[in-house]
């Protein structure tokens, strides 16, 4: 079965992703106008699968109100349900730059948060402001997703409203880090990414 839709359907009519108590669901329509919910249970499978780019996109959609379109192919083999997901993506244009400053962030163990630097074009501190990350530890990884993707989204907002490109660190040099910091900021920044590029 292949469903293709508009972005007047809120992404597609008949083959809906909808959210469903922080998991992702499939919204399915039968020849009856019923629906049949299907958990999806794709997972991206590094930091480059596009299934990554999809994900933001989603969320900034269902955020922003502003649905993009998508296909969505469902094929059945030996009783299981499988899809794939076809989706355009403009490229970003690039219009925040380090001329005007940066917007530097990291994490901090102690107590364990974002740190959210504002640097002048000549390195002096223009404004700090920290988001708590203790609400992430222990959550499954579905909603852990989901909470990086927020915060991922009040950093971009933050870099717009201040006019100045994000600095990040190298993770390469940062192999001293603690486990939990590191896990923290890559989930963040790997969600700053996607959403950079959606």
């Avoid at 299907?38 to 499978?45: D, F, T």
């Amino acid at each position: 079965m292949i469903s293709i839709s508009s972005k007047a359907d809120k992404g597609n009519r008949l083959t809906r992703f909808e959210r469903i108590n922080e998991e992702l669901f499939l919204r399915i329509i039968t020849g009856n106008r019923e629906f049949i919910y299907a958990k999806v249970l794709r997972k991206p499978s590094n930091e480059r699968d596009k299934w990554n780019i999809f994900l933001a996109m989603l969320f900034e959609s269902w955020e922003s109100k502003n649905y993009f379109p998508y296909t969505v192919e469902l094929k059945l083999k030996d009783g299981e349900i499988y899809g794939s997901v076809a989706f355009e993506y403009p490229e970003p244009e690039i219009w925040l730059t380090k001329e005007y400053g940066v917007i530097g962030i990291d994490t901090n163990a102690s107590p364990l948060h974002l740190a959210i630097a504002e640097v002048s074009t000549d390195g002096n501190l223009v404004s700090y402001q920290s988001i708590s990350l203790h609400e992430l530890i222990g959550l499954p990884k579905n909603k852990k997703d989901n909470q990086e993707w927020l915060i991922a989204h009040k950093v971009i907002g933050i870099a717009k409203e201040k006019g100045k490109a994000i600095a990040i660190e190298d993770l390469k040099e940062e192999m001293g880090r603690q486990n939990l910091e590191k896990d923290f900021i890559t989930g963040i920044l790997r969600a700053c990414f996607q959403k950079l590029k959606g």
